[in-house]
């Protein structure tokens, strides 16, 4: 009971003195022209307890006002375990990694993951340890572009954990470019070739979180699909056309992307293909993906699709759409909650506006994104930045954390349960 009143005096001090701070800083006490104003800077808020993330769940002005200047040490602890190899154990442990699947039904509906990263280790932290149970299988592909060091700690993590592995072939990933397609194949090899079972794969890229708890993703899946493979799309739209009609050779390597040097007109697609233009983000049953690895209208379709512009966006989905394809959807549209993702060309219509920043007319979240965010239907959101943003990360991995205990049926670890400590430090700034 002591701790509980510490922790709640700890946080209203927080706020108090943040609360304060913000004022402060919008109007601060005149000084000499020629001085360079003195004010304090908030270097860190601590690990929130439920509380504070709550609030920014609900949209209160107050708690939005504090995550401006609060700072999580998010760092410290992640890389300090993945720095020190060596005991596996105080690794999962430390890092809180549930190691029991929760309930009977999810020990026996396993999935598949491809998990793409390059950077920011401590957001793939965040997202593995959320979506990891001891049931499920994951292929990690690490763009052989990635620093040295990115690479070893990403091996170390993986080396605890039977059902994580590297890819066993790397690309050198390239935005809109044949690589990132490759990358997902890939994978897709060495998860048919593995000793684990499992019922659908689901690619995420490094910026991804789920939204929804493994229990409510299997349940979807049963539910709604049910055996079906979900990538969203439709044929191409006009605009789309040019991006397979022309051949996009020219791989340039400073800006790494591809580029269309002489607008070379391709061949048609490989067995009368009708096109399709959708996500890049699927859920595919295995049947599907063996398909995938051996049907000769896929191998072509793989073949024809290496020089056309973002081809991630036209594969699945083009496949997926024949009639003779294991869970195929020949007459879906854009269906399929795989996705929450604000567009900048959405504002207004779809979506409230990014409480964040827009890259490439996507939202990266901030707080203030998190109501809007536990309200979508879908599985999993994008796109999330620990470096600009990382209480938006920090409170929607908490609440996934809180869902998933509750939903469990068999008792929980002391270390699956995330610290709830508070505290808050101040330094002189200039």
């Given amino acids: 009971m002591s701790q509980l009143r510490a922790t709640k005096s700890g946080l209203m001090v927080c706020a108090v003195i943040c609360i ?22 908030v270097v860190e808020c601590g690990f929130y307890p439920e509380e504070l993330c709550s609030a920014l769940f609900e949209g209160k002005g107050v708690a939005l006002q504090i995550a401006k200047f609060c700072k999580i040490p998010h760092k410290s602890k992640i890389h300090a375990h993945l720095h020190t190899p060596g005991n596996c154990s ?38 593995l340890r959320a979506i990891y149970v001891p049931q499920n299988v994951y292929c990690i592909h690490v763009d052989e572009k990635a620093p040295k060091k990115f690479k070893t700690a990403v091996q170390t993590l993986v080396n605890c954990f039977e059902n994580i592995f590297i890819s066993s072939k790397r690309e050198k990933v390239a935005y809109a470019g044949f690589t ?21 794969v689901i690619n995420l890229c490094g910026q991804d979180f789920p939204i929804k708890t493994n229990k409510e993703i299997i349940h979807y ?16 739209p006009p605009r789309i056309k040019s991006k397979t009609s022309q051949s996009h050779l020219k791989f340039i390597p400073e800006g790494n992307t ?141 609440r996934h954390r809180l869902q998933a205990l509750r939903q469990a049926e068999v008792p929980t670890e002391p270390h699956w349960h995330f610290q709830q400590q508070s505290h808050f430090s101040m330094r002189p700034h200039r």
């Fill in 20 to 41: 304060f701070i913000f004022f402060y800083l919008r109007n601060p006490t005149p000084v000499e022209p020629e001085e360079e104003p003195v004010y304090p800077e």
């Fill in 90 to 127: 105080r690794t999962s442990q430390g890092l809180h990694f549930i190691t029991r699947p929760l309930s009977a039904e999810e020990g026996n509906f396993s999935l598949a993951y491809i998990i793409t990263i390059h950077k920011e280790l401590a957001m793939f932290v965040q997202l």
């Fill in 180 to 200: 990132r397609l490759q990358a997902d194949i890939n994978c897709m090899k060495d998860l048919v070739r593995s000793k684990f079972q499992w019922n659908y």
């Fill in 221 to 236: 899946l049963r539910s709604k699909w049910n055996g079906k493979n979900i990538t969203p799309g439709v044929i191409q």
């Fill in 258 to 398: 591809y580029a269309s040097p002489n607008n070379r007109f391709k061949d048609k697609p490989p067995h009368n293909l009708t096109i399709y233009f959708g996500s890049a983000y699927y859920v595919l049953t295995r049947k599907f993906v063996e398909f995938i690895l051996t049907d000769i209208r896929a191998k072509d379709m793989l073949q024809w699709s290496k020089d056309i512009h973002s081809p991630e966006l036209h594969y699945w989905v083009t496949l997926n759409r024949l009639k003779d394809a294991p869970g195929a959807t020949p007459n879906a549209g854009w269906e399929g909650d795989v996705r929450a993702i604000k567009w900048k060309s959405e504002e207004g219509n779809v979506h409230d506006g990014c409480k964040g920043h827009y890259v490439e007319d996507i939202c990266v979240y901030g707080p203030g994104d998190l109501p809007w965010l536990i309200q979508s239907p879908s599985l999993f959101a994008n796109k999330f930045e620990l470096s600009t943003d990382p209480l938006a990360v920090t409170c929607l991995e908490r």
